[in-house]
């Protein structure tokens, strides 16, 4: 009789260790090199996140934690992170990458793993041309900023000429394209395209022939550190030219790094933290008090991608992959700017943000809908 007590509350007791067990959630960002700035903000909206749903009580009565891991946003170092996650730490879902290409390439590996990839940041619209049944993008693509952005250019600034300046990966690449095609469309002439490499810290040849060509718009796709470097230094050279832009040029690090030299770009961006959206206040206050900075489109993307998995699992009732898989479909997760489902090519329709920086605030110009857009 002893024997059989003792092993019914050695098997309880072992229930209560599996059950308080974290659950595992591996992230891939880059925490090093010239996009480490935007890596962190991801992780620090993350483990808002994280701490959010764990003071709830956890998922399936357990915490989550999370497995960070560094990618420097390149492919090489993306996958092995990807692998390293799934082999090791027995991750059964994965919130990352960060820049497309490095995306793209963890892709495959997820697809042969079957394990889900939830991206917040990559946007370079062939990521979801065609669907991939492990991945699922939970932002806007670039090809859902051109219409809007193109015609307010044309329409409200005048714009006839554009040249354009972009860092030299997939998201550089495809962007411009996207830009140049739907701003031709329109009856612009895109005059130039110059690309530069991450990390690049003299602008001053790519300005110089920029200058040249009097444009009415420099359309500028860039990061933090590479974009603030690039404006600075465009500034220097006296260039008249409107300066309109992607990317992370309406973040507070970029205002912070750039300075005055920010002042009267014009970015659209799927989040800026003057939004009047329901529940952003309460994130921007969150977010300056772990991060003591204003939060920016990559800090909302970490957050909301961690929430988005959260519920996935819950709704599956387990952290068996497939199942986790088969729950992100079917998402319905209201974040801080607008509501998240994925469509039959695993994207959602998020609302833009046309702004205009003014003395280091982002002041928004319009909120554009995304829906119906592929």
Excluded at 173 to 191: H, I
Excluded at 271 to 279: H, Q
Excluded at 291 to 297: F, L, R, V, Y
Aim: hydrophobic share 40%; with cysteine.
């Amino acid at each position: 009789m002893w024997l059989i007590v003792v092993g019914m509350i050695s098997v309880m007791f072992i229930g209560q260790v599996i059950a308080q067990e974290p659950i595992k959630i591996g992230v891939i960002q880059p925490l090093t090199g010239s996009l480490a700035y935007n890596g962190q903000s991801w992780v620090n909206g993350a483990k808002i996140a994280e701490e959010e749903i764990n003071d709830r009580g956890g998922v399936l009565g357990r915490p989550i934690k999370l497995i960070v891991e560094d990618g420097l946003c390149m492919p090489a170092e993306s996958v092995a992170a990807a692998e390293k996650l799934i082999s090791r730490d027995e991750v059964t879902v994965i919130g990352g990458c960060f820049c497309s290409s490095a995306t793209k390439a963890v892709m495959p590996v997820v697809d042969r793993r079957q394990v889900p990839l939830v991206t917040g940041v990559s946007s370079t619209p062939s990521l979801t041309a065609e669907k991939h049944p492990w991945f699922f993008r939970a932002c806007p693509h670039e090809g859902m900023y051109t219409p809007a952005f193109c015609r307010h250019m044309i329409d409200n600034m005048g714009v006839k000429t554009m040249a354009i300046i972009a860092v030299n990966d997939d998201w550089g690449r495809g962007t411009a394209e996207e830009f140049t095609k739907t701003f031709t469309e329109y009856g612009g002439k895109v005059l130039a395209k110059e690309y530069f490499e991450h990390g690049e810290i003299d602008y001053y040849p790519f300005l110089t022939k920029i200058k040249a060509l009097k444009a009415d718009t420099v359309f500028v796709i860039a990061e933090t550190q590479d974009g603030s470097m690039l404006i600075k230094q465009y500034r220097e050279l006296g260039i008249e030219s409107e300066i309109t832009a992607v990317g992370s040029l309406a973040t507070g690090t970029f205002m912070d790094l750039a300075g005055s030299a920010a002042d009267g770009i014009y970015v659209t961006a799927p989040y800026v933290y003057t939004a009047t959206t329901p529940g952003n206040e309460r994130f921007v206050e969150k977010y300056r008090k772990k991060a003591n900075e204003d939060p920016g489109k990559y800090s909302l993307a970490g957050y909301d991608v961690i929430h988005i998995i959260a519920e996935a699992i819950g709704r599956a009732g387990s952290t068996d992959a497939a199942k986790i898989r088969d729950a992100l479909e079917n998402t319905d997760y209201v974040g801080v700017v607008g509501h998240y489902e994925f469509d039959e090519m695993h994207q959602v329709n998020t609302p833009l943000f046309l702004v205009q920086l003014q003395k280091n605030v982002p002041e928004v110009i319009e909120v554009i809908s995304t829906k119906g857009l592929k």
